[in-house]
């Protein structure tokens, strides 16, 4: 009786197995990709809205990952109706935001809006996996989820850098009139952003 060490004895059960399971036939259980593009869900009004964006592919740039955001609503199926809202980045001497216009779905404007003003700011080793907008009454209070791979924290930007990101998602919020926004507080999943 010819003896195998144990090695090759479990290389061969793993081999038998594998084609075993191979009868030629395809899995049915593979999800293929959809053959037109998925539409972002519509959300509700806006006032009682919580939308959500933690699901942002971080590996598509490594120093800038797209931060996007994925209502909790149905979806409407239908074609989204674009308006126009100005969105304040601040400028290179770091001392006066400047209005920009920007096109944003109708159903999703100050979301969008957020969206925007957050891909404008991309500080070297700063990462944002995603971020929540939730407004009641006057207040909205964004949620930044701050990417766990982030070398850099909320406190570690520069006074320009805090100015220009805090500053810009506040003035965008409240100088937005149809949005009713007096107040904006900012959080980090849930806790408060303390500068």
Not at 107 to 115: D, F, I, R
Request: hydrophobic share 35%; charged share 25%.
């Amino acid at each position: 009786m010819v003896r195998f060490p144990n090695v090759f004895l479990g290389l061969l059960v793993a081999v038998g197995l594998t084609l075993a399971g191979c009868n030629g036939t395809a899995p049915t259980d593979v999800a293929e990709p959809p053959s037109t593009p998925v539409e972002e869900p519509a959300a509700g009004t806006e006032k009682k809205g919580d939308t959500t964006a933690d699901g942002a592919d971080e590996s598509a740039d490594a120093d800038k990952p797209p931060v996007t955001s994925q209502p909790n609503a149905a979806d409407t199926g239908g074609d989204t109706e674009m308006v126009a809202v100005s969105i304040y980045v601040m400028d290179d001497s770091c001392s006066n935001f400047n209005p920009e216009s920007v096109k944003v779905p109708a159903n999703q404007a100050m979301t969008e809006a957020v969206g925007e003003v957050l891909d404008r700011h991309s500080f070297e080793a700063f990462k944002l996996s995603g971020y929540r907008v939730n407004v009641e009454d006057s207040k909205a209070i964004v949620d930044l989820r701050l990417s766990e791979d982030s070398e850099r924290q909320f406190l570690s930007l520069s006074s320009c850098e805090q100015q220009g990101l805090f500053g810009g998602l506040e003035e965008t919020l409240i100088k937005n009139p149809t949005w009713k926004v007096n107040q904006v507080e900012f959080t980090n999943r849930g806790q408060e952003i303390v500068l």
